[in-house]
């Protein structure tokens, strides 16, 4: 049974920083292209970060510069450091697992930017 186990949100003041986390059991970690995705209220869910194995990573516009996506292939786990976060990067951030058409999801964990 794949499980992708996302932790870390929360409420942080604009300029803050919070870095997620996200578990994955019950896939071959390293064959998986690992990527953060979030949907703000009224929206469509949106890219934020992908990195394959080989730790080539892509990000979206919006957050270049100022949000950071890693992975440890031994814990199997995927983070996601954000720092000056702004209000509109606020949303429910979920964990994506991917290879070629195999995708997995988890449940997501919602950041607030507020003061």
């Known amino acids: 049974q794949v499980q992708l186990v996302e932790s870390g949100g929360g409420l942080v003041q604009p300029g803050g920083s919070l870095r997620l986390s996200c578990a994955a059991s019950g896939i071959i970690f390293s064959w998986y292209v690992m990527g953060w995705y979030r949907q703000a209220p009224g929206k469509q869910r949106e890219l934020v970060a992908t990195i394959t194995n080989a730790a080539r990573t892509n990000y979206a516009d919006s957050v270049k510069g100022r949000f950071t996506i890693s992975r440890d292939n031994v814990k199997n786990t995927v983070y996601l450091q954000m720092d000056s976060l702004k209000p509109e990067d606020t949303a429910v951030y979920y964990c994506?697992?991917?290879?070629?058409?195999?995708?997995?999801w988890g449940q997501g964990t919602q950041v607030t930017v507020s003061s």
């Open positions: 994506n697992a991917n290879n070629y058409g195999s995708s997995f």
